[in-house]
C-alpha cells in the first residue's frame, strides 16, 4: 500500500510550487558549483626574495602542514633561481631534516623582521634513518629558505642581512 502513494506521488505532474521548488534547488547547486570553481586555489603561491647583494630567489610558498613538512622532497632537480620557504606558524627554533631529498640544499632561517638569524650551506640528502637533523637556529625564525647548494654563496647571504619578500602576481 505504502508503494502505490510512492508511486502515485512519482508519477504526479508537477505543480507551479514543486517546479519553483525543484528550479530554485538547481539554480542554489549551479551557484554552489560556480562559486567553488571560481574560487578555487591557484596553483603554488611564488615569493620572490632579494638579498643585499642584489641576488633574488624565486620561492615556491609552504604553508601547509604537507609542505611543511616534506619541503624539497622527492624532487629530482631545482632550477638554480629557484627554492622554497617554508612559512611557519609562528617564530620558534625550528629544525628540518633533508630525508627523500635528491640534491643538496643551503638553508636560510629568517627571523620575523626578515633578518638572516642562522645559514647551513651544504646539506646533504637523507636517504635512510636515522635522518640528521639541520638546527635549530640560535635565535626564533619564523621563515626557512631552502635553495641549491651554493646558493649561499653566490649571493653571499650572510648573517643580520635584511631581506625583501615580495608577492609574485
Known sequence: ??????????????????????????????????????????????????????????????????????????????????GIILLFEESGLHKVWTKQYQFNVDLIWVNESKHVVHVVETAVPCASDPCEWYGPPPERARYLIEANSGFVDRAQVSLGQELVFALRL
Do not use: Y
Open 1 to 82: 500500500m505504502g508503494s502505490k502513494k510512492t508511486r502515485a506521488a512519482a508519477e504526479a505532474p508537477l505543480t507551479p510550487n514543486r517546479k519553483r521548488i525543484v528550479f530554485l534547488v538547481l539554480m542554489a547547486l549551479l551557484l554552489i558549483s560556480g562559486a567553488l570553481m571560481f574560487n578555487a586555489p591557484k596553483g603554488t603561491e611564488i615569493i620572490e626574495v632579494r638579498f643585499p647583494s642584489g641576488s633574488k630567489l624565486q620561492a615556491e610558498v609552504a604553508e601547509t602542514p604537507e609542505k611543511l613538512l616534506f619541503g624539497l622532497a622527492f624532487r629530482e632537480t631545482l632550477p638554480e633561481d629557484r
